[in-house]
């Protein structure tokens, strides 16, 4: 079911549940290709979160900053493509929240161990802020922080879990959110760990 959480904000609750273990294979086989990696941020800190990406451009971090690129930095290589059931779930969730146009050219995946977290951040290094973006949470259960405008923001907690999707569009675009360290557990599908694929349109 559909659950407003904010103007632009949309969860499909469950959504991905059918998709699931055909998109864990998939990034499976992603990561296969690029494997998961802890990035250093600018100011030099690891990364507890551990990402890769598939699609014509992958988001990343390094020591000089985050930018979205055709290439991995890390290896010089292309990032995986993006799979056809990546891209058709995403743009039918983004249709159903209101976006018919939205066709992703980038995937990040983020995989939470226990401990990992993801401080608030606004996700802003996307040329059309106006593109929404989908999210897919997989595995175990996660809390996110959902704020303001301004990081010093109350935030509200909202529990994430297996196929959730939330589409964030308008407004709540440019929203500071973040995840809470994640408890450990398990998972029938992915074990001990949580995966959060975020599909973008970094690039007009
Ligand atoms: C709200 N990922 O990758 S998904 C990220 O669970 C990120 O891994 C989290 O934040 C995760 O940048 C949260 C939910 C999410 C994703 C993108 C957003 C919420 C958002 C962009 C704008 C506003
Ligand atoms: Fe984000």
């Known amino acids: 079911w559909a659950e407003p959480l904010a103007d632009g904000a949309v969860i499909l609750r469950r959504w991905a549940r059918e998709e699931a273990g055909n998109l864990m294979r998939l990034v499976e086989e992603v990561s296969s290709q690029n494997p998961f990696h802890h990035r250093i941020t600018p100011g030099g800190h690891r990364m507890s979160v551990a990402m890769t990406n598939c699609g014509d451009f992958g988001w990343s971090s390094d020591a000089r900053g985050y ?103 308008g407004p709540s675009r440019l929203r500071f959110h973040g995840i809470l360290p994640l408890k450990p557990g398990i998972h029938p599908l992915t074990g001990a760990f949580r995966f959060n694929l975020t599909f973008r349109r970094a690039f007009r």
């Open 67 to 169: 930018q979205y690129s055709e290439r991995d930095s890390a290896t010089g290589h292309r990032w995986p493509a993006m799979p056809d059931l990546f891209r058709r779930f995403a743009s039918q969730c983004a249709g159903e929240a209101g976006f018919p146009q939205f066709t992703p050219d980038a995937c990040l995946i983020n995989r939470y161990e226990p401990g990992a977290k993801l401080t608030l951040h606004q996700d802003k290094d996307e040329q059309d802020l106006k593109q929404p973006i989908v999210s897919v949470s997989l595995g175990l259960p996660a809390v996110f922080q959902f704020g303001g405008f301004e990081r010093g923001d109350a935030a509200q907690r909202v529990l994430l879990e297996h196929g959730d999707v939330v589409v964030w569009g």
